[in-house]
């Protein structure tokens, strides 16, 4: 598998000193014991200093999986914040409830059940930030689907967009991921000319 970071660099940057969340911990444990694929730790981060760094108030998430990144985001938004998170897996969304109650954060998450195209053609409200994390053959049409709710100045973010290193790779993908190589390769091509 190609790196995007060396090994080195990341145990580096995994043992800087850094508050830790029980909650978090256990769900970072619990989707590495069953290969639930939520955001890295750093990657987390980053995403909570843009939405606390950016005063973000509404956010939109395309895919909760077990509320990892929905948590965390819900954490550095003001008391009035919200964020609205999408999930469509029945075997996600209990597991999702259940951290959203434990994180006493539940008051900010407004969690949609059901597939995110079909949710977002319902949504009327406008948000700061959208945050795409769903399945990469969706990644266009979900795109598309959700880009008219973002607020004029806003920040679309997308995980994934290096694909584990896949993307950037000139060797050909092992063949599980040679379809959504090609996938988040096209995804790139729009996505990036967007923001001209
Ligand atoms: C990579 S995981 C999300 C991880 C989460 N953002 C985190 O970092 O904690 C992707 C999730 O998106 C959900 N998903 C994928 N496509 C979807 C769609 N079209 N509608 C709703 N949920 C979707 C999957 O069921 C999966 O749980």
Redesign the pocket.
């Known amino acids: 598998m190609p790196d995007i970071l060396s090994t080195e660099t990341l145990n580096y940057l995994n043992s800087l000193p850094r508050e830790e969340n029980p909650l978090l911990l256990e769900m970072e444990d619990y989707a590495r014991e069953n290969y639930i694929?939520?955001?890295d730790r750093n990657s987390a981060t980053l995403l909570e200093i843009l939405v606390a760094t950016s005063k973000a108030k509404t956010v939109l998430?395309?895919?909760?999986?077990?509320?990892?990144?929905?948590i965390r985001i819900a954490s550095v938004l003001p008391d009035d914040g919200k964020i609205y998170t999408?999930?469509?897996?029945t075997d996600?969304i209990p597991l999702a409830e259940r951290n959203f109650d434990s994180s006493g954060y539940s008051k900010k998450i407004i969690l949609l059940k059901g597939?995110?195209?079909r949710k977002l053609l319902r949504l009327n409200i406008t948000f700061d930030i959208i945050f795409l994390?769903?399945?990469k053959q969706?990644y266009l049409r979900?795109l598309e689907f959700s880009l008219h709710l973002l607020k004029k100045g806003g920040l679309y973010i997308t995980d994934n967009l290096l694909w584990q290193g896949y993307t950037s790779s000139v060797e050909e993908p092992p063949v599980k991921y040679a379809r959504s190589t090609v996938q988040i390769r096209e995804f790139n091509n729009i996505f990036l000319i967007l923001n001209h």
Request: zero cysteines; proline letters at 4%; a negative charge.
């Open positions: 694929p939520i955001l998430e395309i895919g909760t999986a077990i509320g990892y990144s929905t999408i999930e469509k897996s996600m597939d995110a195209i994390d769903a399945d969706d979900l």
